[in-house]
């Protein structure tokens, strides 16, 4: 079976400073992997996926994530803060016919100023 | 933003009562989702279908059933609502099953209370 643990329930960082949202996925196949952000009391963004092209992929709002397999990662980045990333995060896994998707618990991130 | 609606966007009901929940769509995507979000789980999916009249259960499918009759509208039922299944219900649609899956475009909730 396939499952995502979200291993920070909360991150906070300062403006202007990396992000890193970390992100395991465990499954008996090759997974397709999604990062979606919920600003509050607002429905889910897709920020960027993972379909087995390149391991490094870039989203939007200047997020990307790497897929490590042989961690069984795909942890999600960001350079430089901003104000308007604080959210939270959820990561997803797809299952093996991409008909069923499997949320994380998700990662609230706080910006400070 | 995807044309998705939800209706209603909050609904307070007693338990043992009977809830439809719908949402509709106006993007004549083929897949529709139907996911509850309850604090420290996530999402998690309820029924999701693959065209009319064609539909399967998700990982959280007891006491919920699912109906949809025409492309655009996918109804989420309760058949005797229990305190258990208060929670924000979220309706999502994708294009296709394209390799890989495709991208979810996600409602704006329905916040249900059942006393």
């Known amino acids: 079976a396939q499952s995502v643990t979200q291993l920070d329930s909360h991150v906070s960082v300062s403006e202007g400073t990396p992000v890193l949202l970390r992100c395991n996925y465990s499954?008996?196949?090759?997974?397709?992997l999604f990062w979606y952000v919920q600003h509050p009391n607002k429905g889910l963004q897709l920020l960027l996926k993972?379909?087995?092209?390149?391991?490094l992929v870039k989203g939007i709002n200047g997020f990307e994530a790497e897929f490590k397999k042989s961690e069984t990662s795909f942890h999600l980045t960001k350079p430089s803060a901003h104000m308007s990333d604080a959210a939270e995060y959820f990561c997803v896994v797809s299952d093996r016919n991409f008909n069923k998707f499997y949320f994380g618990s998700g990662t609230k991130l706080n910006v400070k100023p | 933003d995807a044309g998705i609606t939800q209706s209603p966007r909050h609904k307070v009901t007693e338990t043992g009562t009977p809830v439809t929940l719908r949402c509709h769509q106006t993007?004549?995507?083929?897949?529709m989702y139907w996911y509850r979000q309850d604090p420290g789980h996530g999402l998690r999916l309820i029924h999701y279908s693959y065209g009319v009249k064609d539909t399967d259960k998700g990982e959280v499918s007891d006491g919920y059933s699912v109906s949809r009759s025409k492309t655009e509208d996918f109804l989420l039922t309760l058949e005797s609502a229990t305190s258990s299944q208060t929670s924000v219900y979220f309706c999502?649609?994708?294009?296709?099953?394209?390799?890989?899956?495709?991208?979810?475009?996600f409602g704006p909730g329905t916040r249900l209370t059942v006393l």
């Open positions: 999502a649609i994708s294009e296709s099953r394209s390799t890989g899956g495709d991208t979810q475009y």
């Open positions: 993972y379909t087995s092209a390149a391991t």
């Open positions: 993007e004549n995507h083929r897949y």
């Open positions: 499954s008996s196949y090759s997974p397709s």
